[in-house]
């Protein structure tokens, strides 16, 4: 039997080929999408780490170096080693511009290396993210904890307070709807 035999059209083979693509197809565009979905995630993970680092770093500065690990136990269930990986990821991750054409976790962390590399030891000073995007992490967080626990679930007082809260960002976003 030749090869040519195993995808003629209308052969039981072909039938069965022309299936296994379609099969191939779809699960390669799962594969693309989840691909996508978990670049997406890795991104937005590795901006909380970013962020927590800058917070641990400012608390570190405001209590001193003697006493942030006093302050971290008692106000943090957060172990020593993953606060001090925090702050190693925001002084040695790369600027995220170049994290767009990483391909993979590994790749990041070569990265990562590289930076650390770079800087000799020495640790750079903590960048800022813009206040719009600290500003959209934390609305998100609100945003799934809304979700987790619905607000048709919540008392009358605890809706009002958030209504009261939310109520000048809604102005801000939607002037229209707050007219006349």
Not at 11 to 25: D, F, K, M, V, Y
Not at 53 to 74: D, M, T
Not at 98 to 109: K, P, T, Y
Not at 114 to 131: M, T, V
């Amino acid at each position: 039997m030749k090869k040519l035999d195993l995808i003629k059209p209308g052969g039981a083979r072909g039938h069965q080929l022309s299936a296994l693509a379609r099969e191939i197809n779809d699960g390669q565009d799962a594969i693309d999408s989840l691909e996508d979905q978990t670049k997406k995630k890795g991104a937005e993970w590795l901006c909380e780490v970013r962020l927590q680092g800058q917070r641990l770093l400012k608390v570190k500065e405001i209590v001193g170096h003697g006493k942030w690990l006093e302050w971290l136990k008692a106000n943090c269930p957060l172990t020593i080693r993953n606060a001090q990986r925090y702050m190693q990821t925001l002084s040695n991750t790369p600027d995220l511009a170049h994290l767009e054409n990483v391909n993979s976790l590994n790749h990041c962390a070569r990265l990562c290396a590289d930076a650390r590399a770079e800087s000799n030891g020495e640790a750079k000073p903590a960048k800022s993210w813009p206040a719009f995007i600290e500003g959209i992490g934390k609305f998100s967080k609100s945003v799934a904890y809304a979700v987790k626990h619905p607000l048709s679930l919540w008392p009358a007082e605890g809706k009002a307070k958030l209504r009261d809260t939310l109520e000048p960002v809604a102005k801000e976003l939607w002037p229209e709807k707050f007219e006349g």
